[in-house]
């Protein structure tokens, strides 16, 4: 398998630019989680896609961000407009179901917001 | 909600020494605890899980074990490598509102030293 495969991994971009984030789960797998990383926070839930449908996004943090899933084998973060608080590691994650199935998280993407 | 804490922060062993991790949760409804590993530029991976209903698990060198009436679980790696040098992330979670949410710790970095 390939694994969750994110892109881009590293992204630099200047305040109040849309950034866009992709994500594309394991094949099969009907659940989708978008994560944020930073050192201050932690690992923290942003959303969370069950069958293309988003069920919890209690998370995201403000209207900038928004998240879509418009099929089983793609999902997108975007932010619009940036702001340097917004620097982090972003992983998106997959699992079989949103149960106790191990979720495999993506290599990641790397925001600066400069 | 839930609130996971997870002790140290920092721990730095000899190759072949054992490492502990300790993580403590506040909802007494959790009931599903995974540790993740993560290696640098890499995304959470998971090592070991464990379910309320049992009260120690074990695989090769890495063991969990799960205290229900204190709300405490600890990962203990045996016969350290440097190649167990990463950070470690505790989580907890139980099925709420379909699916399982995890709250990660803060994570413990580890390193082993030959």
Known sequence: ?????QSPRHEVTEMGQEVT????????????FWYRQTM????????Y????????????PEDRFSAK????SFSTLKIQPSEPRDSAVY???????GGEDTQYFGPGTRLTVL | GENVEQHPSTLSVQEGD??????TYSDS???????????LGKGPQLIIDIRSNVGEKKDQRIAVTLNKTAKHFSLHITETQPEDSAVYFCAASKVSGGYNKLIFGAGTRLAVHP
């Open chain 1, 21 to 32: 984030l992709r994500c594309k789960p394991i094949s099969g797998h009907n659940s989708l």
């Open chain 2, 18 to 23: 054992s490492a502990v991790i300790k993580c």
């Open chain 1, 91 to 97: 992983f998106c994650a997959s699992s079989q179901t």
């Open chain 1, 1 to 5: 398998d390939a694994g969750v495969i």
């Open chain 1, 49 to 60: 896609f069950n069958n293309n449908v988003p069920i919890d996004d209690s998370g995201m």
């Open chain 1, 69 to 72: 899933m418009p099929n089983a």
């Open chain 1, 40 to 47: 201050m926070r932690g690992l923290e839930l942003l959303i």
């Open chain 2, 29 to 39: 409804a959790s009931n599903y605890f995974p540790w993740y590993k993560q290696e």
